[in-house]
């Protein structure tokens, strides 16, 4: 069911790679997936949207690495889309992240979109993504102000 949603949202994304469905799965099965930060979206009894945060790292140069989240991915079908859909997603995500004493979450995604959503370009902390991602569609977002001001390195994104 959740495979399916996120197919048909991304079918109709302006950026996408295709197999956002396969690498969400791959997530779900692996040990980084934190089910208690898996969410749905339900409007008027059907499943509208979908996100999920899971384990990731900031590799430091000194060989620590910071615990952080991975969004990914945010779904949301199209015809539910510009109706605050994604932002309660995000929202609620976020929070429940800060519940379980998280501190940042990172994602790769249109920068446009996640801004206001307080995520930021993480070269801006040194912050540099593993692989050949354009270093532009790298964000994180803080959960607690500070929390990476001592933190640089490479992140595992995708």
């Not at 197919?7 to 996408?16: C, G, I």
């Not at 197999?19 to 208690?36: G, V």
């Not at 339900?42 to 991975?70: C, N, S, W, Y």
Request: with cysteine; proline share 4%.
């Amino acid at each position: 069911m959740i495979y399916n949603l996120i197919q048909r949202s991304f079918l109709s994304a302006p950026v996408k790679d295709g197999d956002e469905q396969d690498f969400a799965e791959q997530l779900r099965k692996s040990s980084n997936y934190i089910p208690e930060l898996a969410f749905v979206a339900i409007v008027d009894g059907k499943l509208a949207g979908h996100i999920m945060l899971t384990h990731t790292t900031v590799k430091e140069p000194d060989g620590r690495t910071f615990q952080a989240l991975l969004l990914a991915p945010l779904s949301v079908l199209l015809e539910y889309r510009n109706h605050g859909v994604g932002v309660k997603l995000i929202e609620t995500a976020c929070r429940e992240a800060w519940k379980l004493g998280y501190k940042a979450v990172f994602l790769c995604g249109d920068p446009a979109y996640y801004h206001r959503f307080g995520f930021r370009q993480t070269s801006g902390f040194d912050i540099h993504p593993a692989g050949n991602i354009p270093e532009q569609y790298v964000l994180v977002r803080e959960l607690e102000e500070g929390a990476l001001q001592d933190v640089s390195g490479i992140v595992m994104c995708c």
